[in-house]
């Protein structure tokens, strides 16, 4: 009885303390420097992994999202980790877990955190499914948060897709109902099968590389509560800030921010040709010169303008020279007649190799077996040096195509026959 109420005052001092630590923030916390009020309608996609638009977030600052929970105690250590810091993050919660853990909803709700959407049962076929089975998993997962947290205010009208497996279809179905599709900016890989140090490297080296963004992290793996105090200290000690994100209500106005903040990538300047040349002012780049008129066909010879085929007037000494720049072939001036392309111009390769008559050699004949006659094996059987069975007779080919017969001279049977 004794060690019971013991152990139950040491959870009271405990949670007391994380409650304390979170009203009271140290003076060294990494905190959160700015809330960040997004209107829904306006922006209804983020996230440039998959969208032309990102939050507006300054150089250093970072956004902080958690998938899949909530999943006592992986999203209980990583809210302790984010209450010792002072720091607010965006959960983004599966419906089915939330019905099994409520309280844990609640615990994330009530020290500050957005609750957001991940649908009811977390399905990889929302690249696939039909709008009405979509519709169904957004919805039940909206529902189920509400009913947890008893407030339909609480909820954000924020959702991400499972797997990040998005379609057009859905996200028309998400921005009809006011709700803002989620995508990421950089992700840590914690849902796959690598350490907790491994975690922290990937999500500072690319926040390193990136400057800012939304970071993905999963509070059901325990890789990624091992990863996280390091994540905080290397975010701290290299000078980011944490934004916090919250959708607008009537008492809560949006943010103003730049417009060209939202965009996650910005196009390409239009490459206009001709290049124009802007007088009096100083230009930062040097600035190819347009092509002239000359190459286009256009003589000037005073006040006449005339267009040619092709370059055959004499210009002006003043004329800019003619671009592309031309190729000038110039015969010597003392040639009565000019040479003509020789044969060997018009040579080209064969694909046959050539016999020394200039024609097409023929393949070498295959060597023909000697045929075994009657006369050659019984001169054979007579030495001895024949064993084993006696082949077939040699059929004569038979003529396949178009083939060219040759007559032969007529034997003269009395001249005496060679053996």
Known sequence: MRSTVAVTVLLASLLGAGTAGAAECPADALGVSRTLVVDVNEHPRVGSWQYPESLPLNDHEVVLTFDDGPLPPYTDRVLDLLAAECVKATFFMVGRMVQAYPA????????????????????FTFHKMSVDQASREI???????????????????????????????????????????????????????????????????????????????????????????????????????????????????????????????????????????????????????????????????????????????????????????PVAYAAPADAEVLPIPAAHNFRYSRVFRMGSAGEKAKPKAEAKKPVRTARTRDSAAASGGWFGAWPAPARPSRATGHQLSVTRPPINLAAPQAR
């Open 104 to 123: 844990a909803v609640r615990r994330v709700y009530n020290e500050g955190h957005t609750i957001a959407n991940h649908s009811q049962t977390h399905p």
């Open 139 to 325: 919805e039940g997962g909206f529902s189920s948060l509400r009913t947890a947290l008893g407030d339909p205010k609480a909820v954000a009208p924020f959702f991400r897709f499972p797997g990040l497996l998005r379609q057009t279809a859905v996200e028309q179905y998400l921005a009809d109902h006011g709700d803002m599709a989620w995508s990421v900016d950089l992700a840590a890989d914690d849902w796959t099968h690598i350490n907790n140090r491994e975690v922290a490297r990937r999500a500072i080296s690319r926040l390193e590389a990136r400057g800012k963004g939304i970071l993905l992290l999963h509070d059901i793996q325990a890789r990624t509560a091992l990863a996280l105090p390091e994540i905080l200290q290397e975010l701290k000690a290299r000078g980011y800030k944490i934004a916090h994100v919250v959708p607008t209500t009537a008492d809560r106005p949006k943010t103003v921010t730049e417009p060209e903040l939202w965009a996650a990538r910005h196009a390409p300047e239009p490459k206009v040709w001709p290049r124009t040349l802007a007088v009096g002012v100083e230009s930062p780049e040097p600035v190819l010169a347009a092509p002239s008129p000359a190459s286009f066909g256009i003589e000037t010879f005073g006040p006449v303008t005339k267009v040619a085929m092709a370059q055959t007037f004499e210009r002006q000494s003043d004329a800019p020279p003619m671009w592309p720049t």
